[in-house]
């Protein structure tokens, strides 16, 4: 079209040509996502849970007058321990269970025996339920304004269970069970012994003690 003999110039370009660019953009947009999208499904299978037993480690079965209990099957009797009188005591003979024993104490229990970690249980007729975890050293959360001078321990507590802590020697690992009923003592009641007084003392002075061993003990443990 002319105007006074010129033509007049169209500006629809001006709008088209964006126009058409958001097109191609979109399109190529959509074709890249395309590409990028994996070519498979993926399903996860249900997975499969399987429950492998570990084989029993080895061990004595042991009886004794009046309490049973099972030791590694290396472990051989061993004297008390210094001025106390156990009711049984043995010892590993060689490799790291030669720094591992164990002591028995039923009827009579040391009441002041001073100790560096407690494992809670809980009294079960003639046996003992393993209600917790061995503690960590107790010179790390015992008061040690509580330190008798005379002795080096103090009064520590654990779950809820009440102990003597060995304060003077606290790089050795010497663990006893411990219950609610009083320090030093789980009341177990036999069906031959009847109601006594039981404590059981393990030490393992290797570098990486093993505290599963006497858990496994405290568990096997029974009060004929």
């Known amino acids: 079209m002319y105007h006074l003999g010129r033509q007049i110039k169209h500006t629809h370009w001006l709008y088209i040509i964006p126009a058409v660019v958001a097109g191609v953009l979109v399109v190529a947009g959509f074709w890249v996502s395309r590409q990028l999208r994996p070519g498979t499904m993926l399903h996860q299978s249900q997975p499969i849970v399987q429950n492998i037993a570990a084989p029993d480690a080895a061990v004595q079965h042991i009886v004794k007058a009046a309490f049973s209990l099972d030791l590694p099957l290396s472990w051989q009797a061993a004297a008390a321990p210094g001025a106390s009188v156990s009711d049984g005591s043995w010892k590993g003979a060689s490799g790291d269970d030669a720094a591992r024993r164990l002591d028995v104490y039923v009827g009579t229990v040391p009441a002041d025996l001073a100790v560096n970690r407690l494992l809670p249980v809980t009294p079960a007729g003639g046996h003992m339920d393993v209600s917790g975890v061995v503690s960590d050293n107790c010179v790390d959360f015992t008061d040690k304004t509580a330190e008798t001078a005379a002795s080096a321990a103090a009064l520590a507590k654990w779950s809820g269970v009440s102990f003597i802590c060995d304060m003077g020697n606290y790089e050795r690992d010497v663990v006893a069970v411990g219950s609610q009923q ?24 290797n570098t990486n003690p093993d505290y599963g061993i006497f858990t496994a003990i405290v568990r096997s443990f029974r009060l004929l």
Do not use: E, I, P
């Not at 009341?187 to 030490?203: D, N």
């Open 182 to 205: 009083g320090v030093n003592t789980v009341l177990l009641t036999g069906a031959t012994a009847g109601r006594q007084h039981v404590l059981l003392v393990y030490t393992d002075n």
